[in-house]
């Protein structure tokens, strides 16, 4: 079964350092998601990404971060002055279609990132 | 931002058991989605409803929508120790681009 794959799967970095990281959605999905989940806290939608831009962001999704489709399979997340409290598993997801057809997220297993 | 929040925060029940959470929302939606998470692991889909919909199964689990009360129970039969994880509920607000608001979960544990 075709599944969403992430890269690292543990991520330690020091402040102020600029991190990337990785997610290969499945193949025939269109649209793209990045979620985060602190440590015993929620999940939390980040940004959603369609036809090469974002569909839409949350507030937390700052300057500090961006996404990009650099070919046809990665999906990256880049956050570029890490703070100590981007220290959370984040989450990558896609989907076959969106809007009123309402089609499920198939999500990676996640990256966890721990900046020090 | 429309949240799910779930309710209770922990279960812990016998095997064999029935498990239900609930979840509440506060905003018209375009459907409702239920995912389990082991810990430290990703997320795992069991169910979408749509918000025309009122019940769905899948298995052991059972999910009800109820958008006048704008709540959704997942009720989990014949629970085994392999369902012990967290569960969440997550919404997708009309018009919106299919972005998901996660509640806080439901921690269950289930005994053997």
Known sequence: EPEVTQTPSHQVTQMGQEVILRCVPISNHLYFYWYRQILGQKVEFLVSFYNNEISEKSEIFDDQFSVERPDGSNFTLKIRSTKLEDSAMYFCASSAHSGISSYEQYFGPGTRLTVT | SQQGEEDPQALSIQEGENATMNCSYKTSINNLQWYRQNSGRGLVHLILIRSNEREK??????VTLDTS??????LITASRAADTASYFCATVRFGDNNDMRF???TRLTVKP
């Open chain 2, 69 to 74: 009360k704008k709540s959704s129970s997942l």
């Open chain 2, 57 to 62: 199964h899948s298995g052991r689990l059972r």
């Open chain 2, 103 to 105: 509640g806080a979960g």
